[in-house]
Nanobody, 130 residues
Framework: QVQLAESGGGLVQAGESLRLSCAAS????????VGWFRQAPGKEREFVAA????????FAADSVKGRFTISRDNAKNTVYLEMNGLKPEDTAVYYC???????????????????????WGQGTQVTVSS
């Protein structure tokens, strides 16, 4: 199985940027699709973005589309989440998660549910002040 570790979180002001990293170890990382999720205080964990094994395809939630970009470097076993134009409502613990194979089903719908991703990191806190 694969082990995941997030980093890059912190405290920023609204409008600023952060880049989160998800470093993987264990099995061949390029065999895994990766997603980013977040959980704000008192709320359920929600999908943010996902990326295909090769990095050639991505999908993002409407709430972050145009502001957040997911990418990966398989040579470094790392997936990134570039977050621009941060808002106070982006404050949450951010998690990366992985699954073997494709991040979408047979008709091309990306998996956005927590249970679709078996492997999880411990999370990194992102706080955006107004």
């Amino acid at each position: 199985q694969v082990q995941l570790a997030e980093s890059g979180g912190g405290l920023v002001q609204a409008g600023e940027s952060l880049r989160l990293s998800c470093a993987a170890s264990g099995r061949t990382f390029s065999n895994y699709a990766v997603g980013w999720f977040r959980q704000a205080p008192g709320k359920e964990r929600e999908f943010v973005a996902a990326i295909r094994r090769s990095g050639s395809g991505t999908f993002a939630a409407d709430s972050v589309k145009g502001r957040f970009t997911i990418s990966r470097d398989n040579a470094k076993n790392t997936v990134y989440l570039e977050m621009n134009g941060l808002k106070p409502e982006d404050t949450a613990v951010y998690y990366c998660a992985a699954k073997l194979g494709s991040p979408y089903d047979s008709i091309g719908r990306y998996y956005t549910a927590n249970h679709e991703y078996p492997y999880w990191g411990q999370g990194t806190q992102v706080t955006v002040s107004s």
